[in-house]
């Protein structure tokens, strides 16, 4: 039986919600802003994006000042953390405000207290970071069945998605199969490139026979392939070219990767703002409410060599 939930706007009246993201200069960040402007126009609702630009700080700063501006009219704010903390005392003057919250790909005790205090649309909208650590597992099995050592571009320390989708992926990865690590700063083409470069110029790297690479993100397993290409030369450049290369989240820039052979295969990650801007829409309007997690599924999408 569905939850209904108290609304704060008529159904008749035009609804506004503030999307907050973290940096414009990530591909998977500009494609959650793009999807979510599209959702907004189809569903009629008027959105403003605001970029923390990697501060969670400033974030927070940003988040606050909407809630606070009781003359923009806005209903909800949906925001992806630029760092560790959730903002708890931020989502609680939220709710104070009467406003609807909802925290993508990342969970947060916060949420279900909240919900538990205020009847209004409060939850999480997450990829499926299990699923999606699953996938590539089974895609190495496929991709490597006479298994060997994969080099793993890691995403940065700060984002839990990293170690979740590590985790999940442990569980369906063939045991013939070990991983060798790196770690990129940022979820962006630039931060694989520089782990790997800096990689290459040390004596070790060229001691292990990689079989494959994969990259946590699609951007981070491009700017990978691009530092094997620009920093080595020769035999050894056409072998590590030659590698089957793995990504995640089938952004423009990794279909167009997995169309042309230079990425084997990807996880398709629907971005979450669209999904995010759904569940408002359909808890103000009709009253619905949503429920506390919505999980996005991830699918395989993979090149045939």
Known sequence: MEERCGRSAKASARLAFALSLITRESDYQREQADSAQQCARRLQVDLE???????????????????QNRSSGVNALVFEPAGNTVFPQVARAAAAAGLGWVLMNRSDASIAELRSQYNLPICTVTEDHAGTGRILGRQLAVLLPEGGTVLCLQGPTASPVSAWRLEAMNETKP?????RFLRSVHWTEEGGYKAVAAWLRLPTSHDTDIVAVMG???LIALGGYRAFKENTAGKERERWLSLPFLGVNRL?????????GTLASTVVVPPSAAVAIEALVRAYREGVRPPESILVTSQSSTWER
């Open 252 to 260: 423009k820039a990794g279909q167009e990767a997995v169309q042309r």
């Open 49 to 67: 994006i605001l970029y923390a630009d990697n501060d969670a700080i400033q974030q927070s700063q940003q988040l606050l000042e909407v809630i």
């Open 175 to 179: 045991a013939n199969i070990e991983l």
């Open 216 to 218: 946590q993100s699609d």
